[in-house]
């Protein structure tokens, strides 16, 4: 791969993070943020998007963040009003711009269609709304109860700014060690400037230490630029815009000298003058991250200024107080590694985990106590090894915002198609959750909430006929639970039609129609395969992938699904996934010769029933009686075709689970060797899926064991024993 | 597939040959990852007669195929002479359980000559060719054939 290539995947992998900003940004303003580092944040966003699009020459995309940038850049610039609708209409412009970026990556050009129309859009806002110049003897220059003068720059354009007109500004700017290290320059950025206009320089040195104490990799000088030049002061802020953060700067217009092409200035104009430029101080103030600024911003020329105005400039500066802290995406020291590194870490910790074990279980073979030095050793070394394995998989776990980030615009898009109306409320962004599970969760959270949104909610003119508020709520929530993560989707619609379900089911011959089923059992009919519960197949949900197919890549993961509804209420799907895919507790039994690894979480309990406890049910069936319930009983060597007997559950071992298709069971062992942390290995990197197996593992002595896929396993034994009464047989497929 | 399968003419190829149920066969030895004694292997529920199950191959798991029982030979009896060939497929390992390996042979791809209808099924579809030397005749494996067609058995 040539170099620029390699530029362009990480300019691509940054424009995912900048939409990703760009997005939750515009998000926070929609619900009501008002801090003006949002709109910067959305702009810069928008505005590195264009300049790397730039650089590697995709047109397209350049031209529409032009356009894009330019709004926003009037909204931060407060000439376009940000109101609602104009932040609906740039979150639409910055799915656009997603798909835009989208297509540059695969090396073509976005939409164009849609692109016009975006545009025209974003051009009407352009110019539909500067905010009328009001005339300057109706300003109101009065300081805020803070004692900042506000909107100062609106007033001084129409007496100081009419046309291009050479004015004069000085800009001191004070690079940060920061800068040089980002490999920027001082020089680079008078040059810039010097093509503005005319420029004169002066080198502040006062802050250059002596000699014995220069610290040569730290920023000393500072540099006083005055510039005279016909471009708006935005092009001047323009030249800063990629150093912003990493340098102190201040850019302000000099009074003009009163010259014969400018009216006499009155001493209103002065003070509008004075009032500009204490607003030019204050924007200054605002972007430059660190005290400096304010303490290095040159007295503005005081001559041309009347007495009442400089002490409304000291003011304004100094009740300032400490500036903002610099926004903290710029000090997050974070470094880009290749995820196969990391992923060849955890393969050589659980390796080491492997060995640890094995060494721990050759020791106790010739005699060692745990209380022995070598014991007590051992001990340490586990502990030490698991602390590093939890370290190891905390370098690859991540919060699952990045997920959900997606999901607002599919729920825009979803809300569109339907005609429903729809605010998304999410929950638990920052819980993390290891990479290889992120990667697999975005799908199931994708079919969810579009079910949430095509089946769960109503029309708005059946909400307010039912009497709630026309917006429906979809709420998407990720949390802990046991050392698991749950995600669940719920939405306040009209929650599921039980009778047409089961009607539907009885139709499609999944269930007998006298089958007896319970409320629950009814709700998790829609996960059987093919099911649509829409009397038209609409196009959103119902392109064939129905919710078995969510079901069932869930459970790849060794997740569980479940849905819960309250009619008229709505209804709510939790998911439940582990927090890894690469290791997991289990408890190492033996059966016919096998050892195999149940996952702990699957288990209830275990116990060794009495002979009495132990009921024969038909000539192959049998259900074990635990405390007042009947459970069935499931043979683990038998279903897997590991033993043709039975093995007696009253000389064995009884391993009570929950299996998310039939309920309870109960898996018949010989023995229990105890509870393990084991190391995920998939089977099918090398061969391939087989029933009733999750995935195998490497125990102690080096050998292979599987671990059981427990709801498969009792699906299994279901499908040996088929019953009439039975409605789970296919869901359990 | 990795393999050439018409390699430019007079190129020679170097293929390992052993042997499994009382037959001589041989595979690309650019195919051929490593060769290893045999070890128990863990055996696969609800998996064809001749996977024989999956050992740890240094924190891989790597399924066994008995390679005489695969082309509908007697199954090898697993001794402590009998020998693991792990080959790479595609992107997979796997390893093949034969009785012994014999030789690596340099060969002109002239030597090879198409399989005949032999009237064994498993025979035609697993072997790519027929290598004589001298007087002995070396069936050339497919491996890309070998393993079972990858279908979801738990769906």
Known sequence: MDELEEIKITFFQECDELLGDLESGLLSIDAGATDPELINAVFRAVHSIKGGAGAFGLEALVRYAHVFETLLDNVRGGKTDLRSELVKALLRAADVLADHVAAAKQGGEGDAVSTAAMVEELEAWISGGPVPTAPAEEVNIEPNEDGIVFTPIKLSIPEVDEGPKEQAWTITFQPMDELYSKANEAGLLIREIERLGKIEVELLDDALPTFDSLDPETAHFAWKVRLRTEVPEERIREVFEFVEGHCSTTIVREAPAPTATEPAAGPDIAAIIAAAQAGDAQAAANSAPSEEATAIAPEPPAASLPAAAVPALAESMSSRGAPPPAPEKGNQATIRVDPERIDKLIDLVGELVINQAMLAQRVSGHGFAASSDVGRGLDELEQLTRDIQDSVMAIRAQPVKSVFQRMPRLVREIAGQTGKQVRLVTEGEGTEVDKTVIERISEPITHMLRNAIDHGLETPEERIEAGKPAEGTVRLAALHRGGRIVIEVGDDGKGINRPRVRQLAIDRGLISADAQLTDEEVDNLIFLPGFSTAAKISDISGRGVGMDVVRKSVQGLGGRISISSKPGLGSMFTLSLPLTLAVLDGMVIDVAGQTLVVPLTAIVESLRPTPTEVKKVGAQGGVLAVRDAYVPLVDIGRVLGFQTVDTNPAEGVVLLVDSEVGGRAALVADSIHGQRQVVIKSLESNYQQVPGIAAATILGDGRVALILDVDALVAMRRRELPRADEPFIEAAE | ?155
Not at chain 2, 25 to 41: L, P
């Open chain 2, 1 to 155: 597939m990795h393999q050439p399968t018409n390699p430019v003419a007079n190129e020679r190829r170097e293929l390992t040959s052993f042997w499994a149920g009382g037959q001589e066969y041989c595979v690309d030895i650019m195919s051929v990852r490593e060769i290893r004694g045999w070890s128990a292997a863990t055996p696969l529920p609800q998996s064809p007669q001749y996977m024989r199950g999956v050992i740890n191959l240094r924190g891989a798991v790597l399924p066994i195929m008995d390679l005489a029982e695969r082309l509908d030979l007697p199954p090898t009896q697993p001794s402590e002479r009998s020998v693991i060939i792990v080959v790479q497929v595609g992107e997979r390992l796997v390893g093949l359980l034969v009785d012994a390996v014999s030789d690596i042979l340099s060969i002109n791809p002239d030597q090879i000559q198409p399989t005949p209808d032999v009237g064994c099924d498993q025979a035609k579809a697993f072997i790519r060719g027929l290598i004589t030397i001298d007087d002995r005749m070396v069936s050339e494996i497919a491996v890309e054939r070998l393993l079972p067609e990858v279908e979801v058995l738990a769906a």
